[in-house]
């Protein structure tokens, strides 16, 4: 932490003196004297330090204390050199020093030494004031009274004449966190920043921000911002730059006071200035710092081409760094500042992928990792770029796992008619794979290329001989795969159900491939001789099935093999339906009751529900929505793309930065202490309404694209009705309620609809934000809708407050704002004129790289939804410069 380890570890141990020597043999005897000597030793609180080691075995050895007697020994010997200046007293002050550090890092508390170790201090002696620093901030947190002592030492070592010594006082100081203690803190501050050493301003400018973290009104009252500020466009030192600049980030990101000025500052740092200063210095910074510039420039907005084509020839060099964290920042800027020129977007895309690739393939397994990741988020959003590469992608023998399922999922995305075959190929070696789980992400993989209509034909031939390899889980992927082409090629059944077949259902044993072998058992029954009787079989042995999920797919399969073969399946029916019934798990009896209460009311009714006509998959439903892929891609560089979920997701509240996230379901928190908490809401497209619908209900609702494709299930005598008499329920009624979609078929014509009332605002309106949370958690969206905007209004969004300013002329008030440029968001609430409980609430996402604005509206009263909607895009509309 303080960069003595190394002298610790090279340093020597030397004989304990004969003086420490004879104070343990007074220890021991004492212990063996001493009842208490039997009992196991007592724990020693930790401190906030790692958590004690367990107890050893009662030993002599002075670096194995157990009791208190230990800690008064060494507070006995430190006072005994406080103050010393005989020859070797350094000496013996140093090992003292070790050792109350040693005890310090393995739990035991030495709290109790704390003035005796602030008297040692008292030296010229580098590594002893490292170490009594060390000590003293460890504890100054759990012992405020205590650290009250180190002031005094600690403001004399910032006015020493050794600027290592100066630098490590600063640091130290601002480092004991203790709220009683800032007063202290700001004068060291203010010296350390106009140190003549590079050292000693670097710790300052860290210092300012963790005074902020302390008392972020002092540090602000001290106008610390602005001295920083002003050291960042300054001082020669770079290391002093980095250090002032990731200072006022945070602090201007963290701070909620005036808004005004926070958006100025904020501005500020965002301006032509600062960032070309920045850039052009960008060679003199270390990688860390390399990082925080190209993070800052991602989010300045240039003002027009020309611009951009100069910060990238600046930067290009930039691609070739070896720290894969500068590359991968450079290429953030790169993307970020193409993305509204199509052109020019495509062509980074071009440059960008030798840089990575080469990443990839020189570091180690975790650089690799996440280099992929962020290459497998590039791949998604064009993946025709990429399909040339991908031998690129080929996993070697020696890669980690997690490298190896990364680079299937990549070779999946970048499938096309031209390489199909050899990534095939190349995947169907992977399924021999030692490695239970690449084999299964294999099957998987060439499941997934096949569904995208890729060499259909040769593919289902391979994965056939999947099944002849008699392995379970080799087994129990291709047969999940198969039920899934069947679903999308249903032209394939007569050669896949005449190798699935001749499997047996007791070598399937693996949940997921039994239930789709059950599927295939009831959708293919006709195909299948016997069918009926495996389903017996299945059936004898219901109670060892264990999953709910193969005791679901039974029932339907049973259901499905009744309605083509009644005869043969209505015995396995019965049973099937008695012992669903008499099933634990609720899902499974509820499915069994509906089947059964279904065939009493009318056996036409129950085959058109469980067997209808159905039509081919087309497109099976993505895991992730656009939206989340979109958010993804917008925190480039960052852990949300190793965790393919945004930051909002595996985030805490506090580290969430402007916007505040509570749950993946949209909610929204806002702390009525600060106006920058938002929570982004879930939207799907109408491209992603498939998402919440089952299976069936996706494959009913689709177009019929192909007749041939379509199949349906044969005729049946509707006097064999199953032997399941062993239940007398009645039959519910139905209610009929023809809607006004029905009354329109009719003919009947439907009433019209009055014109939506003249909608009034109140300028006045007032929400507090405890009322709206508890209003968005309760209302629906009733308007979700993306607008494009005027030049004029992009141009005006350089500053937010204008359109909270532009907003609430039009009584539209701001509740809540966040964001950095191109990306804001913000949350509005309107109040209709004459009415205290008919609210508006507005959720508004801007992106003003592409100058579009989505807009999600909650309100009390839907027939006004509509109205207000009008209203509030107008007022988005007319924003312009003021």
């Given at each position: 932490?303080?960069?003595?380890?190394?002298?610790?570890?090279?340093?020597?141990?030397?004989?304990?003196?004969?003086?420490?020597?004879?104070?343990?043999?007074?220890?021991?005897?004492?212990?063996?004297?001493?009842?208490?000597?039997?009992?196991?030793?007592?724990?020693?609180?930790?401190?906030?330090?790692?958590?004690?080691?367990?107890?050893?075995?009662?030993?002599?050895?002075?670096?194995?204390?157990?009791?208190?007697?230990?800690?008064?020994?060494?507070?006995?010997?430190?006072?005994?050199?406080?103050?010393?200046?005989?020859?070797?007293?350094?000496?013996?002050?140093?090992?003292?020093?070790?050792?109350?550090?040693?005890?310090?890092?393995?739990?035991?508390?030495?709290?109790?030494?704390?003035?005796?170790?602030?008297?040692?201090?008292?030296?010229?002696?580098?590594?002893?004031?490292?170490?009594?620093?060390?000590?003293?901030?460890?504890?100054?947190?759990?012992?405020?009274?205590?650290?009250?002592?180190?002031?005094?030492?600690?403001?004399?070592?910032?006015?020493?004449?050794?600027?290592?010594?100066?630098?490590?006082?600063?640091?130290?100081?601002?480092?004991?966190?203790?709220?009683?203690?800032?007063?202290?803190?700001?004068?060291?501050?203010?010296?350390?920043?106009?140190?003549?050493?590079?050292?000693?301003?670097?710790?300052?400018?860290?210092?300012?921000?963790?005074?902020?973290?302390?008392?972020?009104?002092?540090?602000?009252?001290?106008?610390?911002?602005?001295?920083?500020?002003?050291?960042?466009?300054?001082?020669?030192?770079?290391?002093?730059?980095?250090?002032?600049?990731?200072?006022?980030?945070?602090?201007?990101?963290?701070?909620?006071?005036?808004?005004?000025?926070?958006?100025?500052?904020?501005?500020?740092?965002?301006?032509?200035?600062?960032?070309?200063?920045?850039?052009?210095?960008?060679?003199?910074?270390?990688?860390?710092?390399?990082?925080?510039?190209?993070?800052?420039?991602?989010?300045?907005?240039?003002?027009?081409?020309?611009?951009?084509?100069?910060?990238?020839?600046?930067?290009?060099?930039?691609?070739?760094?070896?720290?894969?964290?500068?590359?991968?920042?450079?290429?953030?800027?790169?993307?970020?500042?193409?993305?509204?020129?199509?052109?020019?977007?495509?062509?980074?895309?071009?440059?960008?992928?030798?840089?990575?690739?080469?990443?990839?393939?020189?570091?180690?397994?975790?650089?690799?990792?996440?280099?992929?990741?962020?290459?497998?988020?590039?791949?998604?959003?064009?993946?025709?770029?990429?399909?040339?590469?991908?031998?690129?992608?080929?996993?070697?023998?020696?890669?980690?796992?997690?490298?190896?399922?990364?680079?299937?999922?990549?070779?999946?995305?970048?499938?096309?008619?031209?390489?199909?075959?050899?990534?095939?190929?190349?995947?169907?070696?992977?399924?021999?794979?030692?490695?239970?789980?690449?084999?299964?992400?294999?099957?998987?993989?060439?499941?997934?290329?096949?569904?995208?209509?890729?060499?259909?034909?040769?593919?289902?031939?391979?994965?056939?001989?999947?099944?002849?390899?008699?392995?379970?889980?080799?087994?129990?992927?291709?047969?999940?795969?198969?039920?899934?082409?069947?679903?999308?090629?249903?032209?394939?059944?007569?050669?896949?159900?005449?190798?699935?077949?001749?499997?047996?259902?007791?070598?399937?044993?693996?949940?997921?491939?039994?239930?789709?072998?059950?599927?295939?058992?009831?959708?293919?029954?006709?195909?299948?001789?016997?069918?009926?009787?495996?389903?017996?079989?299945?059936?004898?042995?219901?109670?060892?099935?264990?999953?709910?999920?193969?005791?679901?797919?039974?029932?339907?399969?049973?259901?499905?093999?009744?309605?083509?073969?009644?005869?043969?399946?209505?015995?396995?029916?019965?049973?099937?339906?008695?012992?669903?019934?008499?099933?634990?798990?609720?899902?499974?009896?509820?499915?069994?009751?509906?089947?059964?209460?279904?065939?009493?009311?009318?056996?036409?009714?129950?085959?058109?529900?469980?067997?209808?006509?159905?039509?081919?998959?087309?497109?099976?439903?993505?895991?992730?929505?656009?939206?989340?892929?979109?958010?993804?891609?917008?925190?480039?560089?960052?852990?949300?793309?190793?965790?393919?979920?945004?930051?909002?997701?595996?985030?805490?509240?506090?580290?969430?930065?402007?916007?505040?996230?509570?749950?993946?379901?949209?909610?929204?928190?806002?702390?009525?202490?600060?106006?920058?908490?938002?929570?982004?809401?879930?939207?799907?497209?109408?491209?992603?309404?498939?998402?919440?619908?089952?299976?069936?209900?996706?494959?009913?609702?689709?177009?019929?694209?192909?007749?041939?494709?379509?199949?349906?299930?044969?005729?049946?005598?509707?006097?064999?009705?199953?032997?399941?008499?062993?239940?007398?329920?009645?039959?519910?009624?139905?209610?009929?309620?023809?809607?006004?979609?029905l009354v329109d078929l009719l003919g009947l014509g439907t009433p019209d609809t009055p014109p939506p009332p003249a909608l009034k605002l109140n300028p006045k309106g007032v929400?507090?934000?405890?009322?709206?949370?508890?209003?968005?958690?309760?209302?629906?969206?009733?308007?979700?809708?993306?607008?494009?905007?005027?030049?004029?209004?992009?141009?005006?969004?350089?500053?937010?407050?204008?359109?909270?300013?532009?907003?609430?002329?039009?009584?539209?008030?701001?509740?809540?704002?966040?964001?950095?440029?191109?990306?804001?968001?913000?949350?509005?609430?309107?109040?209709?004129?004459?009415?205290?409980?008919?609210?508006?609430?507005?959720?508004?996402?801007?992106?003003?790289?592409?100058?579009?604005?989505?807009?999600?509206?909650?309100?009390?009263?839907?027939?006004?939804?509509?109205?207000?909607?009008?209203?509030?895009?107008?007022?988005?509309?007319?924003?312009?410069?003021?």
């Amino acid at each position: 932490m303080y960069g003595f380890q190394g002298t610790l570890v090279r340093t020597k141990p030397k004989p304990v003196s004969p003086k420490l020597t004879r104070s343990f043999r007074r220890r021991a005897k004492r212990e063996l004297l001493s009842p208490s000597a039997l009992l196991p030793p007592h724990p020693h609180p930790t401190d906030g330090m790692a958590p004690p080691a367990p107890n050893p075995p009662k030993s002599s050895s002075p670096s194995q204390p157990s009791g208190k007697s230990e800690v008064t020994d060494l507070k006995l010997q430190l006072r005994q050199l406080a103050g010393s200046i005989a020859p070797g007293s350094d000496d013996s002050r140093r090992e003292l020093f070790k050792k109350v550090i040693s005890f310090m890092t393995v739990g035991i508390d030495v709290s109790a030494a704390f003035s005796e170790m602030v008297m040692c201090s008292a030296t010229s002696d580098v590594v002893l004031k490292k170490m009594c620093y060390l000590y003293v901030c460890n504890y100054a947190r759990s012992n405020p009274d205590l650290a009250l002592l180190t002031i005094n030492f600690l403001q004399k070592d910032c006015r020493d004449e050794d600027p290592m010594i100066r630098g490590l006082a600063l640091r130290s100081l601002s480092s004991l966190r203790v709220a009683n203690l800032v007063e202290y803190l700001v004068a060291p501050l203010t010296s350390g920043l106009r140190d003549s050493s590079p050292y000693v301003r670097m710790v300052a400018a860290i210092g300012v921000l963790k005074l902020y973290h302390i008392s972020p009104s002092t540090c602000l009252d001290s106008d610390f911002p602005a001295m920083l500020k002003s050291l960042m466009l300054n001082d020669p030192d770079a290391q002093v730059v980095a250090n002032c600049m990731s200072s006022l980030q945070e602090i201007w990101n963290l701070e909620a006071g005036n808004l005004e000025e926070v958006s100025r500052e904020r501005e500020a740092l965002l301006s032509k200035q600062v960032v070309y200063y920045l850039l052009n210095r960008i060679r003199e910074f270390n990688e860390w710092a390399q990082c925080l510039v190209l993070e800052l420039a991602s989010k300045y907005i240039p003002s027009d081409s020309n611009e951009i084509f100069d910060i990238m020839n600046l930067l290009e060099d930039r691609l070739q760094h070896a720290n894969s964290a500068v590359v991968l920042a450079t290429i953030k800027l790169f993307l970020f500042l193409t993305m509204s020129m199509a052109d020019v977007h495509q062509q980074v895309y071009e440059r960008i992928k030798a840089p990575l690739l080469t990443l990839v393939s020189s570091g180690g397994p975790e650089q690799s990792f996440a280099v992929l990741s962020h290459l497998h988020l590039l791949v998604m959003r064009a993946p025709i770029l990429f399909s040339s590469d991908y031998k690129h992608f080929y996993c070697q023998y020696s890669e980690p796992s997690y490298v190896k399922k990364l680079k299937l999922e990549m070779l999946t995305s970048i499938a096309n008619e031209s390489n199909t075959y050899e990534i095939v190929t190349e995947l169907c070696e992977y399924v021999a794979n030692v490695d239970v789980s690449i084999s299964r992400e294999s099957i998987r993989a060439i499941g997934k290329i096949a569904l995208q209509q890729y060499d259909v034909n040769a593919i289902v031939d391979r994965l056939l001989q999947f099944l002849e390899m008699e392995k379970d889980y080799v087994t129990a992927e291709t047969l999940v795969l198969v039920k899934d082409l069947l679903r999308k090629y249903p032209q394939w059944s007569h050669d896949c159900i005449a190798v699935v077949g001749n499997i047996s259902s007791k070598n399937v044993q693996e949940p997921k491939g039994k239930a789709a072998l059950i599927w295939m058992l009831g959708e293919y029954s006709n195909d299948m001789l016997d069918a009926p009787y495996i389903l017996e079989s299945l059936l004898e042995n219901w109670d060892e099935e264990h999953a709910p999920e193969v005791r679901l797919h039974l029932l339907t399969a049973t259901m499905k093999c009744f309605f083509k073969r009644p005869p043969e399946a209505q015995k396995a029916l019965g049973a099937a339906l008695a012992a669903g019934l008499a099933d634990s798990h609720q899902d499974v009896h509820d499915r069994a009751l509906f089947y059964y209460r279904l065939l009493q009311y009318d056996v036409s009714v129950a085959e058109r529900l469980v067997n209808p006509p159905k039509q081919a998959v087309s497109v099976f439903a993505d895991t992730q929505s656009s939206e989340i892929k979109d958010r993804i891609f917008e925190e480039f560089n960052s852990l949300s793309v190793l965790y393919q979920q945004p930051a909002y997701m595996f985030t805490d509240k506090e580290h969430r930065g402007p916007f505040e996230f509570a749950e993946e379901l949209g909610s929204l928190s806002l702390d009525p202490d600060t106006v920058e908490n938002v929570i982004p809401v879930q939207s799907y497209g109408s491209s992603d309404n498939d998402l919440l619908l089952g299976s069936f209900e996706k494959e009913d609702g689709r177009a019929v694209a192909n007749n041939d494709s379509a199949y349906s299930a044969p005729g049946y005598s509707t006097s064999l009705i199953p032997d399941a008499d062993f239940l007398n329920l009645t039959t519910p009624s139905i209610p009929s309620q023809p809607s006004s979609v029905l009354v329109d078929l009719l003919g009947l014509g439907t009433p019209d609809t009055p014109p939506p009332p003249a909608l009034k605002l109140n300028p006045k309106g007032v929400l507090d934000p405890g009322s709206f949370q508890r209003k968005w958690g309760q209302l629906t969206t009733t308007v979700s809708q993306e607008l494009a905007l005027n030049p004029q209004g992009v141009a005006a969004l350089a500053a937010p407050q204008a359109l909270l300013r532009h907003m609430q002329g039009r009584s539209i008030q701001c509740i809540a704002s966040g964001g950095q440029p191109p990306n804001l968001k913000f949350f509005f609430f309107a109040q209709r004129d004459g009415e205290t409980s008919s609210f508006f609430l507005v959720e508004c996402l801007i992106n003003t790289s592409s100058a579009k604005a989505q807009i999600k509206i909650k309100t009390e009263d839907p027939s006004l939804s509509e109205p207000f909607s009008a209203l509030f895009q107008s007022a988005l509309t007319e924003l312009s410069p003021s």
